[in-house]
């Protein structure tokens, strides 16, 4: 057989199986969506939520946004996306549209 066909066809089975991989992961169940997170975040965790980020910026962005959002999100006991945190960070949501608390 050709070479190139032999290659071509390994590609092709490498590239199933990730694709299996990524929907199944290893014990090939299906991969399970996050539910959202539904949760009022009120104005002192806004002000633990800017002061955070702020501090991740004074540090001088010391490992990846992600793990930020990981670690606000665990230390708060929240569930809430990076897309959240972002609007939160660049300004887009004021600190007066949370509820006091």
């Known amino acids: ?40 975040i009120t104005q002192s965790q806004f002000k633990f939520i800017m002061t955070c980020h702020d501090n991740w910026i004074a540090d ?11 670690q606000v999100n665990t230390a708060l006991g929240l569930n809430k996306s990076m897309s959240v945190y972002s609007r939160i960070w660049s300004g887009e949501l004021p600190i007066e549209k949370f509820v006091k608390g």
């Open 60 to 70: 001088n962005k010391p490992y990846p946004k992600y793990k930020l959002v990981e």
């Open 1 to 40: 057989m050709n070479p190139l066909v032999t290659q071509a066809v390994a590609t092709v089975v490498e590239y199933r199986n990730d694709i299996i991989d990524f929907f199944f992961g290893d014990n090939k169940e299906p991969v399970v969506k996050k539910k959202r997170d539904t949760t009022k």
